[in-house]
T-cell receptor
Framework: GQQLNQSPQSMFIQEGEDVSMNCTSSSIFNTWLWYKQDPGEGPVLLIALYKAGELTSNGRLTAQFGITRKDSFLNISASIPSDVGIYFCAGRASSNYQLIWGAGTKLIIKP | DSGVTQTPKHLITATGQRVTLRCSPRSGDLSVYWYQQSLDQGLQFLIQYYNGEERAKGNILERFSAQQFPDLHSELNLSSLELGDSALYFC??????????????FGQGTRLTVV
C-alpha cells in the first residue's frame, strides 16, 4: 500500500532558527497538504500544493511540491514560540481519493 | 474556526459501553472523514463517506461503525468499549473528491476516555 515517510520525527530548536521538514512517498501524489496541530486541538491546514514544483508561502512558512511528485518540504523561517506543535503532511494520489498521512514532526523550542 | 462541529467535546464512559460521536461538516462539504488519535500518536484513518456513501475504510475495528445522513452530518458509533479505545476522535470534511478540492478541514475533536 501507499506509504508516506515524514522526517524528522521531532526537532529541538532555538527561537529564531529556521526549520525544515519533509515527507516522501513510495508513489506519485497529485496533492500535498501541510497541517499544524496544537495540543488537544484539531489539525489546521497551513498550505495546500497541487502542482509539481509549486512553491507556496504562508507568512514565515514555505512549502514545496517536489518535482518527482513523490516528496514535499516545509520550511519555517525565524521560528517563534507559537510555532511549537506537531506538523503533519498529507498527500493524495490520483488513483484513489484517500488522504495518506505522515506520522508528524514534533517541533519543540528550547528555552 | 474550521466550520466543522463535533459533539461532544469530552466523553467519559465505562468499558463495555457504547457511545456515538457526532460531526457536522462545513457548509457545502460532501465528504466526511473520521480519524483516531491516541496519546502522542499520529492520525489513524478510520473511514470516509461521500454524499452518504462509504468511500474508503481504514483501520476501523468491527466494533466501530459510522454513517452519513442525508443532511450530510455523520456519526461514529463505538461499541463494546475497551480501555485502549481512549483517544481523540477527529472528524474532517472536504468539498469534493477531486484533486482541486482535496483540503480537509478538521473539527476540534471528541476526547473519549474509557474507564
Amino acid at each position: 500500500g501507499q506509504q508516506l515517510n515524514q522526517s524528522p520525527q521531532s526537532m529541538f530548536i532555538q527561537e529564531g532558527e529556521d526549520v525544515s521538514m519533509n515527507c516522501t512517498s513510495s508513489s506519485i501524489f497529485n496533492t500535498w497538504l501541510w497541517y499544524k496541530q496544537d495540543p488537544g486541538e484539531g489539525p489546521v491546514l497551513l498550505i495546500a500544493l497541487y502542482k509539481a514544483g509549486e512553491l507556496t508561502s504562508n507568512g514565515r512558512l514555505t512549502a514545496q511540491f517536489g518535482i518527482t511528485r513523490k516528496d514535499s518540504f516545509l520550511n519555517i523561517s525565524a521560528s517563534i514560540p507559537s510555532d511549537v506543535g506537531i506538523y503533519f503532511c498529507a498527500g493524495r494520489a490520483s488513483s484513489n481519493y484517500q488522504l495518506i498521512w505522515g506520522a508528524g514532526t514534533k517541533l519543540i523550542i528550547k528555552p | 474556526d474550521s466550520g466543522v462541529t463535533q459533539t461532544p467535546k469530552h466523553l467519559i464512559t465505562a468499558t463495555g459501553q457504547r457511545v456515538t460521536l457526532r460531526c457536522s461538516p462545513r457548509s457545502g462539504d460532501l465528504s466526511v472523514y473520521w480519524y483516531q488519535q491516541s496519546l502522542d500518536q499520529g492520525l489513524q484513518f478510520l473511514i470516509q463517506y461521500y454524499n452518504g456513501e462509504e468511500r474508503a475504510k481504514g483501520n476501523i475495528l468491527e466494533r466501530f461503525s459510522a454513517q452519513q445522513f442525508p443532511d450530510l452530518h455523520s456519526e461514529l458509533n463505538l461499541s463494546s468499549l475497551e480501555l485502549g479505545d481512549s483517544a481523540l476522535y477527529f472528524c474532517a470534511s472536504s468539498e469534493a473528491l477531486s484533486d482541486a478540492r482535496a483540503e480537509a478541514f478538521f473539527g476540534q475533536g471528541t476526547r473519549l476516555t474509557v474507564v
